[in-house]
């Protein structure tokens, strides 16, 4: 089990915004920040850290969502603060029956999902 994990972004100013808003439909929130640093989490626990770097690797990294409906506000949030569609709201039946994931490019070119893997 993963206890956490930190992604390289050029503008931290750029990527708080970005996440804080992309991923508040999926529960998550900034708990804890230093400089060039930030934490974001559910239930008091920082889990995804953004950490100001002078160049990146774009990474993909798929954040769970409870529901198909948490996908889609994941998908229309993180469009609305600057992203990138990369892959609209729908089932992905390549990687399994009930996969249903959004994927979005981050200010970064990190590709950002949420998925649900449960039917509706």
Do not use: Q
């Amino acid at each position: 089990m993963i206890d956490h994990i930190s992604l390289r972004v050029t503008d931290f100013a750029r990527a708080k915004a970005f996440y804080v808003a992309a991923l508040a439909p999926l529960g998550y929130t900034a708990l804890m920040e230093f400089p060039g640093m930030l934490g974001l989490g559910i239930d008091g626990k920082p889990d995804f850290w953004l950490t100001e770097a002078p160049a990146t690797t774009p990474t993909h990294i798929a954040f769970r969502a409870r529901s198909r409906a948490l996908v889609k506000a994941f998908h229309d949030a993180a469009i609305a603060a600057g992203g990138k569609d990369n892959g609209a709201p729908g089932p992905r039946k390549e990687y399994h029956p009930n996969y249903f994931g959004a994927f979005v490019s981050d200010p970064d070119g990190h590709n950002i999902e949420a998925v649900v893997h449960t039917t509706e």
